[in-house]
């Protein structure tokens, strides 16, 4: 089911989640993340401006929330690795119920209540995003190790057996 | 307990702290991934540092020496005295914000402390308080803060994450290097015995044996020879690699990581592959084995030390002049310590390339020239045969490493080789390379495994700029110049931009050299099919 609401309202719901979430910064980032418009320059505050709408879109048309968990990769990733808890990298979600709330209080009962739901079911996906990604960096550490030095020293030790007439063959 | 309500259990604090700069505490314990474990007693002992001892971020007790404030004020002022440019340092910055926003942790972190003025601010608000008439007087209102243990814990903590890449500098209107700032902050830790082991042990290893991986004479020799078996029995070439040679015109110095560990191994055969190939006569060292210098990362007086070993092989070996190869800080050390701390290199001449005739006058202070200036001029003046095509299954980028970029500005020439020796080069955004570029985040002995969450937070921006070109031009292999950046350049792609190899340039001329007499080619160096193989077709 889609829930309708005015262009304004749709805007105004994603600038205040955006506020929202560039507000959780300490000042100084907070304005850099706002101000810098250079995607290059300021990869975080640009993947707030660019991946929050269509997420917002998503919703409102009720689309699965695990696609649209996946368009939050961008953002979900960043705060995976930023000094947060788990709590907070992905209760930003949590925060568009809030400034559902704030933006259309006064629609009706079944709408909010639809959209809330559906937020929560985002939550739930942005958090198998969120693990995925905590889960690659603890994979990526282990095998960098492998992947830098083990394989060669494989490699090497493999050679020397073999020039020295070859390993101990099992029985 | 009590059970909580549903909306009670929601209250989530979302919030990150938010305080004053000048509150100094830092949480160790929760904040693992991001920082280094602290250097083994071992190593400090070897060196003849200060303070050798087991401890961990996580203690309370960091077990400094009793007169410990006394010892870094003292540190503090000697360095003052004798380096002009701290005080410039300390005294000049106005906190213009220029640099605030440049330093890849910082925009990836979203920490002000990574800001380079504040993490300078926290080394400048000690010297104001201690060294300046206004912050005696009026301490904290003149910007200063008493040296306490938080305050050493938080220098600790912000002063190993910072990469020393100099981008902030070259945004600095007064031109404040705040590497040297990271630099003079280390130093002073490194008195009463606070250092880094991924530092600590590469530096007594390479005192040692001559190499940051501790690798003796013979396991040196045992390991090249290796890699060239592995070429002869996968290409067909056959590679003497030559050791210790007296006599030889070249000495050849490269960073350990290229015959130790993958990719690097690639890159490093192909310097061989190419002096083969035109006829070097060149020599290996077998005890000047490193081109990295973690001095660099350490104290003025290491560097020095670890650099001497490089021109006493020179000499011992009764070489012409030095040849480098792919390595990062090793450039910056060359070209911008090497000639006041162990010069004039007199004993040395000024590098002529035998090929060409070129005399290398950018190297006259150091005797010793970057191999991408060498190979560029090999490809302008002809001297070499490249088939391009050979790379055709790379689409490539450049990722300008910190050191050779931004202390010895060497942007031209790895780009020239690059589009001499494959037909599909894509640039990443001009505010990401040449000057501009951003870190690796893995560098100043920050590229170890335990401080893999803020490597990957510093690595957002190169990793961001990456993905852009990955998904524009479908560019799966990112080349660069620095052994460090193809050591922790792979696990930034893969969490940033997955689908993207790292490789040396020098692989790429070695896919695309062709040489005399060589078995026609059907793999590259990492023993990949030339051409990608299409589905549905099959050899008859």
């Given at each position: 089911m889609t829930l309708m609401l005015s262009k304004n309202r749709r805007d105004e719901l994603v600038s205040l989640w955006y506020d929202r979430i560039v507000g959780r910064y300490p000042a100084e980032t907070e304005r850099f993340l706002r101000e810098q418009a250079d995607p290059f320059a300021n990869p975080v505050g640009c993947a707030l401006r660019e991946d929050l709408a269509p997420v917002v879109d998503g919703l409102l048309d009720g689309r699965d929330p695990v696609d649209l968990a996946s368009g939050l990769d961008r953002v979900i990733r960043v705060r995976a690795v930023q000094d947060m808890r788990p709590s907070a990298a992905v209760g930003f979600v949590l925060e568009l119920k809030e400034a559902f709330e704030a933006v259309a209080g006064e629609e009706p009962e079944a709408v909010r209540s639809a959209f809330c739901q559906r937020v929560e079911r985002l939550l739930l996906a942005a958090f198998d995003v969120y693990s995925q990604c905590r889960e690659q960096i603890f994979a990526i550490r282990v095998n960098e190790i492998r992947n830098r030095s083990l394989k060669v020293m494989e490699r090497l030790n493999s050679w020397r057996e073999a020039r020295a007439g070859g390993p101990a063959v099992d029985a | 307990m009590a059970e909580k309500s549903p909306q009670?259990?929601?209250?989530?604090?979302?919030?990150?702290?938010?305080?004053?700069?000048?509150?100094?505490?830092?949480?160790?314990?929760?904040?693992?991934?991001?920082?280094?474990?602290?250097?083994?007693?071992?190593?400090?002992?070897?060196?003849?540092?200060?303070?050798?001892?087991?401890?961990?971020?996580?203690?309370?007790?960091?077990?400094?020496?009793?007169?410990?404030?006394?010892?870094?004020?003292?540190?503090?002022?000697?360095?003052?005295?004798?380096?002009?440019?701290?005080?410039?340092?300390?005294?000049?910055?106005?906190?213009?914000?220029?640099?605030?926003?440049?330093?890849?942790?910082?925009?990836?972190?979203?920490?002000?402390?990574?800001?380079?003025?504040?993490?300078?601010?926290?080394?400048?608000?000690?010297?104001?308080?201690?060294?300046?008439?206004?912050?005696?007087?009026?301490?904290?209102?003149?910007?200063?803060?008493?040296?306490?243990?938080?305050?050493?814990?938080?220098?600790?903590?912000?002063?190993?994450?910072?990469?020393?890449?100099?981008?902030?500098?070259?945004?600095?209107?007064?031109?404040?290097?705040?590497?040297?700032?990271?630099?003079?902050?280390?130093?002073?830790?490194?008195?009463?015995?606070?250092?880094?082991?991924?530092?600590?042990?590469?530096?007594?290893?390479?005192?040692?044996?001559?190499?940051?991986?501790?690798?003796?004479?013979?396991?040196?020799?045992?390991?090249?020879?290796?890699?060239?078996?592995?070429?002869?029995?996968?290409?067909?070439?056959?590679?003497?690699?030559?050791?210790?040679?007296?006599?030889?015109?070249?000495?050849?110095?490269?960073?350990?990581?290229?015959?130790?560990?993958?990719?690097?191994?690639?890159?490093?055969?192909?310097?061989?592959?190419?002096?083969k190939q035109i006829g070097l006569d060149y020599t290996m060292s077998a005890y000047a084995s490193e081109g990295g210098n973690f001095g660099l990362f350490t104290s003025h007086d290491t560097i020095k030390k670890l650099n001497y070993k490089i021109y006493h092989e020179a000499k011992r070996l009764g070489v012409k002049w030095i040849l480098g190869g792919e390595c990062g800080h090793m450039w910056r050390v060359m070209h911008q310590y090497m000639d006041t701390m162990n010069g004039p290199a007199d004993f040395l001449e000024v590098p002529r390339s035998p090929l060409t005739g070129t005399v290398f006058e950018n190297a006259r202070a150091t005797k010793m020239v970057h191999i991408c200036e060498f190979t560029a001029d090999l490809i302008r003046n002809k001297k070499i045969k490249l088939d391009k095509s050979r790379n055709d299954k790379y689409r490539v980028t450049f990722h300008d490493s910190c050191n050779p970029a931004r202390a010895l500005g060497l942007f031209e020439e790895p780009r020239y080789i690059?589009?001499?020796?494959?037909?599909?080069?894509?640039?990443?955004?001009?505010?990401?390379?040449?000057?501009?570029?951003?870190?690796?985040?893995?560098?100043?002995?920050?590229?170890?495994?335990?401080n893999m969450e803020m490597r990957l937070r510093g690595g957002l921006p190169r990793g961001n700029a990456l993905k852009h070109v990955r998904d524009a031009h479908g560019v799966n292999l990112m080349s660069c110049i620095c052994a460090i950046d193809r050591a922790t350049l792979p696990p930034l792609a893969e969490y940033w931009s997955p689908g993207v190899e790292i490789s040396g340039v020098h692989e790429l001329v070695a896919n695309a050299l062709v040489m005399d007499g060589e078995p026609e080619r059907t793999v590259n160096l990492r023993g990949e099919p030339l051409k990608e193989e299409k589905e549905g077709t099959t050899d008859v």
């Open positions: - | 009670e259990l929601i209250q989530i604090d979302l919030d990150p702290p938010r305080r004053d700069w000048r509150n100094p505490s830092v949480d160790f314990e929760s904040r693992r991934g991001t920082w280094s474990y602290p250097a083994a007693a071992k190593n400090i002992e070897y060196m003849g540092y200060a303070n050798p001892r087991e401890w961990s971020p996580t203690d309370d007790d960091w077990q400094l020496p009793d007169n410990w404030q006394q010892i870094i004020h003292e540190g503090f002022k000697e360095r003052l005295a004798k380096y002009r440019s701290l005080r410039v340092f300390m005294d000049t910055c106005v906190r213009c914000g220029a640099c605030a926003d440049k330093c890849h942790f910082f925009i990836g972190s979203g920490d002000p402390k990574n800001m380079p003025v504040l993490r300078s601010e926290l080394l400048r608000s000690i010297y104001r308080n201690d060294f300046t008439l206004a912050g005696k007087l009026l301490g904290g209102f003149a910007g200063g803060r008493k040296l306490t243990k938080e305050v050493l814990k938080e220098w600790f903590y912000y002063f190993f994450q910072c990469t020393e890449c100099r981008r902030c500098s070259v945004y600095c209107p007064y031109g404040i290097d705040t590497a040297d700032v990271t630099m003079m902050a280390r130093e002073l830790m490194m008195l009463v015995g606070l250092n880094i082991n991924w530092i600590c042990e590469p530096v007594a290893n390479c005192q040692r044996t001559g190499n940051h991986l501790g690798i003796q004479p013979h396991t040196f020799k045992d390991n090249i020879e290796f890699l060239c078996e592995e070429l002869e029995d996968s290409h067909g070439i056959k590679i003497e690699p030559v050791i210790n040679k007296k006599g030889a015109e070249v000495l050849f110095i490269i960073p350990s990581a290229d015959y130790f560990a993958d990719p690097g191994t690639y890159t490093f055969v192909g310097y061989l592959m190419l002096f690059l589009k001499n020796v494959c037909n599909h080069f894509y640039e990443m955004p001009e505010n990401t390379i040449r000057e501009h570029t951003f870190c690796c985040a893995g560098g100043a002995g920050l590229g170890n495994d335990e």
